[in-house]
């Protein structure tokens, strides 16, 4: 794979190929485990880490997969919404907008239907960030703030749901032009994620990054 990543804030380029088998990696660790929930989740990775590289039609294969896969609880309908908003961020992130979109809208109704305030969260952090790709900022703010507060009551107020939704949060104050705010809600996500998911987690280390790229173009 040649694939490469793109910082949406700085424009720097990183390869993708080494993610990719990382995640690979991850999948061939679990592909033999007896546990579906492990398999379903290291399959999902690797999907959704095609979809953003834009490898969308081995990322869907996968995705058919991981819909087929035996559930091992009573959650599978809120499993397969769940798997519906992660497909439609990845979508978005590797630039089909329209496709996420039309993803997010078409399972609204029964998102709804979900008495899960986490379930809501998630659905309503990637709502935003796509939103905001297409210029509706006050949307996307109004929902990610939304995405915050209904991740701290059904998860707690550190929980990785929470950072994320804070994190979301914080690029979408940022782009309207609050960068004092949105530094210091990053700097929040930054100390309970370091302590509490630890120095080297991906959510410590995207927020760190992102932190310095704001500093960077301050300059």
Request: proline share 2%; hydrophobic share 40%.
């Amino acid at each position: 794979l040649s694939r490469w990543e793109i910082c949406a804030t700085c424009h720097q380029q990183f390869a993708g190929a080494l993610q990719i088998e990382m995640f690979r990696q991850r999948w061939r660790q679990y592909r033999d485990n007896t546990a579906s929930g492990d398999k379903r989740y290291a399959l999902k990775a690797l999907a959704t880490k095609l979809m953003w590289f834009q490898e969308f039609d081995v990322a869907e294969r996968l995705y058919e997969e991981v819909r087929g896969m035996p559930d091992d609880d009573l959650t599978y309908p809120r499993t397969i919404l769940a798997l519906e908003i992660e497909r439609a961020g990845a979508l978005g992130g590797s630039g089909r907008l329209r496709d996420a979109l039309e993803i997010l809208t078409r399972i609204h109704p029964r998102i709804n239907e979900c008495d899960d305030e986490e379930l809501h969260s998630f659905y309503n952090m990637n709502v935003s960030v796509a939103l905001a790709k297409v210029g509706r900022i006050e949307e996307a703010r109004r929902l990610a703030a939304d995405a915050v507060e209904r991740a701290r009551s059904s998860c707690g107020p550190e929980s990785l749901q929470v950072l994320e939704a804070m994190y979301v949060q914080a690029q979408m104050v940022a782009s309207i032009g609050r960068v004092e705010e949105a530094k210091a809600t990053l700097g929040q996500v930054l100390t309970a994620s370091t302590r509490v998911l630890g120095p080297e987690h991906e959510l410590t280390l995207a927020v760190r990054d992102y932190v310095r790229c704001m500093d960077f173009r301050a300059r």
